[in-house]
C-alpha cells in the first residue's frame, strides 16, 4: 500500500472543518464500548488470570461504564493490570475505554501492552483478535488506513461466524473495502494559504466567490466565544493580483446580530445567509435574503415560513443564477438528523414550499453545506451517512435528466478521517477554497486555503465567464434587462442574470458546448435576441447590448427562429424565440407588428420571396395559436431584396436567411 500524504501546517495538524453558531452540533458518533466488540462474546465469560482481586477491579470498571463514571473506570482498569500484568482482559477493556475518551494516542499503548502479553501461556484466539480489533479500530480514527487494512486483514480469518453477523462487523468490513479502492487512488494536492490582508482574524470560515473570482466572501467571527459575533466580510482582486483589506460587506446586512454561512448568485447582486435568534427569526437560525440594487446591499429580509422552520435552516447555497437555493436543515420531515433540502424562486420573486432533496443525497446520519457548482449539474455535499474515510466526508452528485445520482466520495487526501465540511471550487474549475481549523499554544484559529482541484474529477464542459452593458440605444442610459441564456434543444433556461439599474453591467456564464441564445429584454424595449455560437459572443469581454424603446418603425432580427432548407415549418429549436415573441406581444397589448421573411439569395427571386411569406406566415400561425390577435400580426415575404451583409459566404447567406420583427 502506498502511504497517504496527509496535509500539515506547522506543528500543528489541521483538518476541512468550518465554525460558527451556523453549524448544528451534528448527532455524535462516538465509539462506543459495544461498537468494539459487541456480539463477540461466541467465546464463553472467561479471564487469563485467577487473582479474584484483579478480577473484582475489573468487574467494578465495567460496572462504572455502564453508569458512564469513564475516569473512575480507568482507575480500575489500571488497578486490575497493576495487580496483575498478564491481565489480556483489563488491557483490552482499557484501550476501549480510552479510544471512547478520544485518547487515541493512550489507547494504542495500552493495546501494544497487551499485545505484548500474547506471548502468555493462558493468551487465547480470543485475545488475539480482540487486541487486533482495538487496532483496527485506533488506526482507522487515527487516519493510519494502510495499517488499519493490514490489520483488519490479518485477524479476519479468525473472526466467529456470529460476529461476522454482528453490523459492527459488517460497517468495518464494508469501510475496509472501501478503503481498499481508493489507498491506489490518491490525489496530489498541494495546498496554500492565502495571502494577506486576508486571514488576519481569529476566525474566517465558509468561503465563497463570484464567478469572475474576482470577489471572495467569508464569515469573520472575532473569537470562540459563545458571545463572539459573525459577519459577512468581502475582499476583492487588486489589479496587482492580491486581495483588498476585507471589509464589512455592508451595513445594512451586518448587525448587532450573527450573520454568517453565506451564498451569492454568481454577479454577485443576490445574497442569501444565515442569521441566529434575530427578532423576526421562525426559528433558531433562519436564511434571509438581499438584492444588490444599483450597486447597493437593499435592506435583508427572513425568507419566510415556506423557506424557514422551527428548526435549524443555515449554509445555503445558489445556483449561479439565484433560481434555486439548497440549504441543510433539521426540521421535521427529513431522513436524518442534518438534510439538504431545496426551495424555487418564482418569476415573481417569491420563493416555493421548501422541499426535501431526497434519500438519495440524504440518509439516516447528517447531510450539511450544500455547494451547486456553477454549472448547476454538480452538488456537493458533506455527509456522514455515506460510505467514507471516519466522520464528515465531501461528496459530490450529479444531476442526470433532472434526477441527482449516487453519491461520489471526492478521495484522498481532500477526505481524510476527520472532519470535512464544506468546499467551494470556482466556476472556472481551477480551485477548491475551504477553511481549516487548528488548535495551538496561541489560541483556537481558522484559517482560508485553497488548493488547485483535481482535473480527475470532472466537472462538466467548461464555462465561460463573460460581462457587458446593456443601455438604452436612444439616450446611452442603463437598462437593467433581464438577459436569458436558454438551450435551443429543449427550450430550457441554463441562466438568468439581471444588469445593474444603476450602471447597466452584467456578468454571464456559458457552457462551452452548448447551443444556446442569450436573450435580453425588457418591458417598453424591443428584446435582443442573440446566437451564441454563430456570433460568437461568448468570448466578449465586454458585450455592448443596446436596447431600443418600443416605438413605430423601430424593427428587431428574431433570432433563433429554424427552418430546414427549402422548407417553412418551423423546427422545435424556434420554441424559444417563438414563446418569448408572444411574451413580448402579451406585455405590450398595444403594439402591432410586421413579420418579414428574408432569403439569402440562392434561387430565383420569385421563388425566394414565395418561400420567406410562407416563413412568416408561419411565425404568424404559431402567434395566433397562442391566442395573439390575428390582426395584430401582418406578414410579408422580402425574399433576397433586403440582404444584411452581401451573399459571398456561407455564413454570410447564413445570416441573410432571417426573420425580422418591425412594430406598425
Known sequence: MIALKKLHFGKYRYKLIN??????????VYLLICFLMIGYNAYSQSYSIIDGRAIRFFTEGEELIRERRYDEAEEKFRAAINREGSFLEA?????QLLITKGELEEAEAVAAAGKRRLSGKN???KHVVEIGWLFTNIYLQQGEFDQALSQFEEIDPLFETNFRNNIYYKDVKSRMDFLKTHLNQVKDIERELLAEPLNQFQLQYFPVLTADG????????????????EDIFTSYITTSGGWSPPESIAQTIN???????????????????????????????DLYISYR??????????????????????QPSLSADGRVLFFSSNRRGGYGGNDIWYTVRMADGTWTEA???????????????????????????????????????????????????????????????LDQVALFITAQKDYAYYSEMATSPEGDKSLLYRFPFPEEIYLGDNLIVTGGQVLNSKTGEPVDATLSLVSLSNDSTLYEFKADGKTGEFMMLYPEKSVSGLYVEKKGFLPKIYNVERDSIQNVKDLQVELTPVASGEEFVFENVFFDFDKFELKQESMTSLRRLVKFLEENPNVNIMISGHTDNVGSATY???????????????????????????????GDSQPMVPNDSPQNQALNRRITIRVL
Open 19 to 28: 465554525l460558527g453558531t451556523f453549524l448544528e452540533p451534528m448527532r455524535p
Open 91 to 95: 488491557y483490552v477493556k482499557l484501550s
Open 123 to 125: 493468551a487465547t484466539q
Open 214 to 229: 474576482v470577489q471572495i466572501l467569508f464569515t469573520k467571527r472575532d473569537g470562540t466565544g459563545n458571545f463572539d459575533k
Open 255 to 285: 448587525s448587532p446580530y450573527n450573520e454568517g454561512t453565506c451564498t451569492v448568485t454568481a454577479d454577485g447582486n443576490i445574497l442569501i445567509y444565515t442569521s441566529c435568534d434575530a427578532p423576526d427569526s421562525e426559528g433558531s437560525c
Open 293 to 314: 440594487v444599483n450597486g447597493r446591499w437593499q435592506r435583508p429580509k427572513n425568507m419566510g415560513k415556506k423557506v424557514n422552520s422551527r428548526f435549524w435552516d443555515s
Open 355 to 417: 422541499k426535501n432533496l431526497g434519500n438519495v443525497v440524504n440518509t439516516d446520519k447528517d447531510e450539511i453545506s450544500p455547494f451547486m457548482f456553477f454549472n448547476n449539474e454538480i452538488l456537493f455535499f458533506a455527509s456522514n451517512g455515506h460510505q467514507g474515510f471516519g466522520g464528515m466526508d465531501i461528496f459530490l452528485s450529479r444531476v442526470v435528466d433532472g434526477e441527482f445520482q449516487e453519491p461520489e466520495n471526492l478521495g484522498l487526501p481532500i477526505n481524510d478521517h
Open 608 to 638: 425566394n420571396e414565395a418561400l420567406s411569406l410562407q416563413r412568416a406566415k408561419s411565425v404568424q400561425a404559431y402567434l395566433v395559436s397562442h391566442e395573439i390577435h390575428p390582426a395584430r400580426v401582418a406578414t410579408e415575404g422580402m
